[in-house]
């Protein structure tokens, strides 16, 4: 962690590649693995190492980015174009890194972010801002501002051709402060109705409460009622079957 929030990072990585691969051995396919599209004008290995020195020296976020692509390895495909593909490959990074950061020892809920950030890291949030409220609300506004920062990294490690990228992740880091300052509901917790309303309103099993509540909570996030209690209540009674 010290070497990876270190100064010269890149450079340490990229002169002792080695003594990283002794120390998380996984990493090691990513040395020579090319990446033929346009995106990439760097290999695997190369592209990791950038994208650690883009990111703010903060140990979640770095580790983050070291292993946000491990899984490329075992991903790799190349189309009758000669094009490389690394289909699902966020999901087996995540894997990797789990069983990774496990074995050395790392703390329960440091994993749990880190795998977050590799786990989403090739979603596109940056391309549909108007779902942030839903990231919120199923990663948290924590990880989200990380997440995007991830991207960030992720995209300057890249060829700069597509560097107008950066300004979708501007936009909606934008956005997230909006809806924080305008307290948007995002929230199960936020809705104007809890539980004990929609009991009142004849519907008394647990988990039809439940799905209730996060039918109301769609609805208001995708602007198709207002967050208020009265409206709420209409809202479900016109959509439950009776």
């Not at 208001?220 to 207002?226: C, G, T």
């Amino acid at each position: 962690v010290k070497l990876l929030c270190g100064k010269n990072v890149e450079d340490i990585l990229l002169k002792y590649s080695s003594v990283i691969f002794t120390i998380i051995k996984e990493l090691e396919p990513l040395h020579n693995l090319k990446q033929v599209n346009k995106y990439n004008i760097y290999n695997a290995w190369e592209h990791t190492v950038r994208s650690v020195a883009c990111i703010n020296p903060d140990p979640k976020l770095r580790v983050a980015m070291l292993l946000h692509d491990i899984g490329k390895a075992k991903c790799t495909s190349t189309d009758q174009s000669g094009i490389s593909h690394f289909y699902g490959h966020p999901k087996v990074s995540e894997e990797m890194a789990d069983k990774i950061l496990h074995s050395l020892k790392f703390p329960k809920k440091f994993i749990e972010s880190v795998l977050i950030l590799i786990k989403n890291h090739d979603a596109w949030v940056y391309n549909n801002p108007h779902k942030l409220g839903r990231w919120i609300n199923q990663i948290g506004e924590e990880n989200l501002r990380d997440l995007l920062e991830v991207m960030r990294a992720d995209i300057l490690a890249q060829s700069p051709k597509f560097n107008d990228r950066l300004e979708l992740i501007d936009e909606c880091v934008r956005k997230i402060d909006d809806i924080v300052s305008s307290k948007e509901c995002v929230r199960i917790s936020e809705l104007s109705v809890n539980g004990n309303d929609i009991q009142a309103f004849g519907i008394t099993d647990g988990k039809e409460i439940g799905l209730a509540l996060e039918f109301l909570l769609n609805e208001v996030m995708d602007k198709r009622v207002k967050n208020e209690k009265e409206l709420l209540l209409i809202h479900l009674k016109n959509n439950t079957k009776q």
